[in-house]
Nanobody
Framework: QFQLVESGGDLVQPGGSLRLSCAAS????????IGWFRQAPGKEREGVSC????????HHADSVKGRFTISRDNAKNTVYLQMNSLKPEDTAVYYC??????????????????????WGQGTQVTVSS
């Protein structure tokens, strides 16, 4: 059974940091593009960051550039999202998504799931004092 499981969401004060994890089971993340998305109440889902596993190439939305970093641990078959300098507007449910990317093409996080992705169940991040 192919599955993505997110963890690491929490309540954090503005200016704080969190690291989210996305663990894959039933398949390896080789030759995949993996991304993080978020959805705040009353808002559309938006792409945050993605990584091409073949090349390590990354893409971040303008709203998180310089604050968020996406990375991958091959041994643990896990992708991480390190979030620093968190703001109240970062509050959302964060979802992990993945799709095959055999040829290792670069993509943007906004484009990576246009043709469909495997999704995790989400983890809540709340930034509040």
């Amino acid at each position: 059974q192919f599955q993505l499981v997110e963890s690491g969401g929490d309540l954090v004060q503005p200016g704080g940091s969190l690291r989210l994890s996305c663990a894959a089971s039933g398949f390896t993340l080789d030759y995949y593009v993996i991304g993080w998305f978020r959805q705040a109440p009353g808002k559309e889902r938006e792409g945050v960051s993605c990584i091409v596993s073949n090349s390590g190439s990354t893409h971040h939305a303008d709203s998180v550039k310089g604050r968020f970093t996406i990375s991958r641990d091959n041994a643990k078959n896990t992708v991480y999202l390190q979030m620093n300098s968190l703001k109240p507007e970062d509050t959302a449910v964060y979802y992990c998504a993945a799709r095959p990317n055999i040829d290792g093409r670069d993509t943007t996080v906004q484009q990576m799931c246009v043709a469909g992705c495997l999704w995790g169940q989400g983890t809540q991040v709340t930034v509040s004092s």
